[in-house]
């Protein structure tokens, strides 16, 4: 794919900023000069804005204001894509791509930190430009490194903080992914060495981009990367040391896409592989098609971490086939742009059994906009991951009773039509559109007698077409951000074929 990514860093050619000045008379004006005074002190430097603190109610979603380097202290959720998150104490880290809306950005992995999961505050990036090892890789292929960091992924070992970075060239697959230790979380971070490369040779089709690594409950640490071209790898690591068990290993594919006519269904990418002790599965999420429009979260699972990983109808996602479920994707609920580009997740826990998904959102209204999303996983009872159709918003989970849970909702089915190819190709978000639904008191929905639901605290079931289609949904309260509203009920879940509903109440 040529070192896609790079696409979204300077993307002023978009962004027209209008400055209005009056040119009346200006050529009879004569220009002011000022001498200079040796004795007047120099003008101090400017101090920075402070950083905001940010809430449910002031999170927008553009920010054209603040969206330069110069304002990075100002940042937020702002201005995140592909983030990794880990928790630390009380404290959860961020680790993005090197992004900025509308301009350049210095080189070096953002990093953030919250309490909350919605305040967050910019702390600023990890290295002083691009690393020393990753670099002279891919100068040594007689190429030059993009200057620009991508796709991190973060892990504690012990005492110890591991960061895996990605950086690519315009050659492709010419990539290399690289690790950085510290003993904190906010650094000071130092290179110890590369964990894989690629390159634009006859060898293995891999593309040394986008690191995670999954950590068994022996110890074992197997890593996965890849992006595009072949599909998604997998190779073992060395606990101790963090980087590949033997040195130079590849690894084996482990998941790729189908095709249509010979032309791939879209992009492949951003495997985050977690182990579900509950469940006792490892789950790999992945991103399909192109990071700007149809991003999407697709799953596959596995008793093994070296799989293969199968989907919710039991194929490998190792075969030429796309998968489902496909948990999140492009979705608009009414009276809002809606939001396009939702995938690289970042799978995290809160310490107390509590999944969340990371990931980056473009607005419908202009979709090279990035702010950071983060949203509960809950689990089916069949052990398939579902995510909330809101963002996190902290709200209280009060008991919700069946009589809650009448009245009218936006629901949103995720469907999906395949578009070969890549940026070119994939030009549409597709998004998926919310339709009005109503759950009746007598148990219909929409007043038809062959559809109706049932609720036995946590799961609504919807049954259609007298029993054709059934929906197990979680239910939960959460926010409206659409509406402003500070909390009212919402539902997710899957069909047996791996298809997500989403749905929300409104609120009169």
Same mark, same amino acid.
């Given at each position: 794919?040529?070192?896609?990514?790079?696409?979204?860093i300077?993307?002023?050619?978009?962004l027209?900023?209008t400055?209005?000045?009056?040119?009346?008379?200006?050529e009879?004006t004569?220009?002011?000069?000022?001498?200079?005074?040796?004795?007047?002190?120099?003008?101090?430097?400017?101090?920075?804005?402070p950083?905001?603190?940010?809430?449910?109610?002031n999170?927008?979603?553009?920010?054209f204001?603040i969206?330069?380097?110069?304002?990075?202290?100002?940042?937020g959720?702002?201005?995140?894509?592909?983030?990794?998150?880990?928790?630390?104490?009380?404290?959860?880290?961020c680790?993005?791509?090197?992004?900025?809306?509308?301009?350049?950005?210095?080189?070096g992995?953002?990093?953030?930190k919250?309490?909350d999961l919605?305040?967050w505050e910019?702390?600023?990036?990890?290295f002083?430009?691009?690393?020393?090892?990753?670099s002279?890789?891919?100068?040594?292929?007689?190429?030059?490194?993009?200057?620009?960091?991508?796709?991190?992924?973060?892990?504690?070992?012990?005492?110890e903080?591991?960061?895996y970075y990605?950086?690519?060239?315009?050659?492709?697959?010419?990539?290399a992914?690289?690790l950085?230790?510290?003993?904190?979380?906010?650094?000071?971070?130092?290179?110890?060495?590369?964990?894989?490369?690629?390159?634009?040779?006859?060898?293995?089709?891999t593309?040394?981009?986008?690191?995670s690594?999954?950590?068994?409950?022996?110890?074992?640490?197997?890593f996965?990367?890849?992006?595009?071209?072949?599909?998604?790898?997998?190779?073992?690591?060395?606990?101790?040391t963090g980087?590949?068990?033997?040195n130079?290993?590849?690894?084996?594919?482990?998941?790729?896409?189908?095709?249509?006519?010979g032309?791939?269904?879209?992009n492949?990418?951003?495997?985050?592989?977690i182990?579900?002790?509950?469940?006792?599965?490892?789950y790999?999420?992945?991103?399909?098609?192109?990071?700007?429009?149809?991003?999407?979260?697709?799953?596959g699972?596995?008793v093994?971490?070296e799989?293969?990983?199968?989907? +919710?109808? *039991?194929?490998? #996602? @190792?075969t030429?086939?796309?998968? $489902? =479920?496909?948990?999140?994707?492009?979705?608009?609920?009414k009276?809002?742009?809606?939001?396009?580009g939702?995938?690289?997740?970042g799978?995290?826990k809160?310490?107390?059994?509590?999944?969340?998904?990371?990931?980056?959102?473009?607005?419908?209204e202009?979709?090279?906009?990035?702010?950071?999303h983060?949203r509960?996983?809950?689990?089916?009872?069949?052990?398939?991951?579902?995510?909330?159709?809101?963002r996190?918003?902290?709200?209280?989970?009060?008991?919700?009773?069946?009589?809650?849970?009448?009245?009218?909702?936006e629901?949103?089915?995720?469907g999906?039509?395949?578009?070969?190819?890549?940026?070119?190709?994939?030009?549409?978000?597709?998004?998926?559109?919310?339709?009005n639904l109503?759950?009746?008191a007598?148990g219909? +929905?929409n *007043?038809?007698? #062959? @559809?109706?639901?049932?609720?036995e $605290? =946590?799961?609504?079931?919807?049954?259609?077409?007298n029993?054709?289609?059934?929906?197990?949904?979680y239910v939960?309260?959460?926010?409206?951000?659409?509406?402003?509203?500070?909390?009212?009920?919402?539902?997710s879940g899957l069909?047996?074929?791996?298809t997500?509903i989403?749905?929300?109440k409104?609120?009169?």
């Amino acid at each position: 794919m040529l070192g896609y990514k790079i696409l979204f860093i300077t993307i002023v050619s978009f962004l027209v900023v209008t400055v209005s000045c009056s040119k009346e008379n200006l050529e009879d004006t004569p220009p002011v000069v000022s001498e200079p005074n040796p004795d007047s002190e120099p003008n101090p430097e400017p101090e920075p804005n402070p950083a905001p603190v940010y809430t449910v109610d002031n999170i927008t979603d553009t920010y054209f204001g603040i969206a330069g380097e110069e304002n990075a202290s100002q940042w937020g959720p702002y201005n995140v894509h592909d983030p990794s998150v880990i928790k630390v104490g009380e404290t959860y880290y961020c680790y993005n791509t090197d992004v900025s809306f509308g301009s350049e950005v210095r080189p070096g992995i953002q990093i953030r930190k919250s309490q909350d999961l919605i305040n967050w505050e910019f702390l600023g990036w990890a290295f002083n430009g691009l690393p020393s090892k990753g670099s002279s890789y891919i100068q040594s292929q007689g190429a030059e490194p993009f200057n620009s960091l991508w796709a991190p992924f973060v892990m504690q070992v012990g005492n110890e903080f591991r960061l895996y970075y990605s950086l690519s060239s315009d050659v492709g697959r010419l990539s290399a992914i690289g690790l950085a230790t510290s003993s904190s979380p906010e650094g000071p971070w130092i290179e110890k060495d590369l964990v894989v490369t690629s390159a634009a040779d006859g060898t293995v089709q891999t593309n040394a981009i986008d690191p995670s690594v999954v950590v068994t409950p022996n110890g074992e640490q197997w890593f996965y990367y890849g992006s595009a071209y072949d599909g998604i790898y997998k190779l073992r690591l060395d606990p101790a040391t963090g980087l590949a068990v033997v040195n130079g290993d590849k690894g084996v594919r482990v998941a790729q896409r189908g095709f249509t006519n010979g032309t791939v269904n879209g992009n492949i990418e951003a495997p985050e592989v977690i182990y579900n002790e509950n469940q006792g599965m490892y789950y790999m999420f992945i991103a399909y098609d192109w990071l700007e429009t149809k991003y999407n979260v697709r799953v596959g699972r596995s008793v093994n971490p070296e799989g293969p990983f199968l989907d +919710i109808n *039991g194929l490998d #996602i @190792n075969t030429e086939a796309d998968n $489902a =479920p496909m948990i999140l994707a492009p979705y608009k609920f009414k009276d809002h742009s809606g939001w396009q580009g939702v995938s690289h997740p970042g799978v995290f826990k809160d310490g107390n059994g509590q999944y969340y998904m990371a990931h980056q959102g473009r607005p419908g209204e202009n979709r090279f906009f990035m702010v950071l999303h983060v949203r509960k996983i809950h689990w089916t009872e069949n052990g398939w991951p579902v995510v909330s159709p809101e963002r996190y918003a902290n709200v209280v989970q009060t008991e919700i009773s069946e009589p809650d849970l009448v009245g009218n909702y936006e629901q949103i089915l995720f469907g999906y039509r395949v578009v070969p190819g890549y940026a070119d190709e994939q030009t549409s978000a597709d998004f998926q559109f919310s339709v009005n639904l109503e759950l009746m008191a007598d148990g219909t +929905i929409n *007043g038809e007698a #062959i @559809n109706t639901w049932t609720y036995e $605290a =946590p799961w609504l079931t919807i049954s259609l077409d007298n029993g054709e289609t059934n929906y197990k949904l979680y239910v939960e309260r959460g926010r409206d951000w659409e509406n402003r509203i500070e909390s009212t009920i919402l539902f997710s879940g899957l069909d047996g074929n791996g298809t997500a509903i989403w749905g929300k109440k409104i609120m009169d």
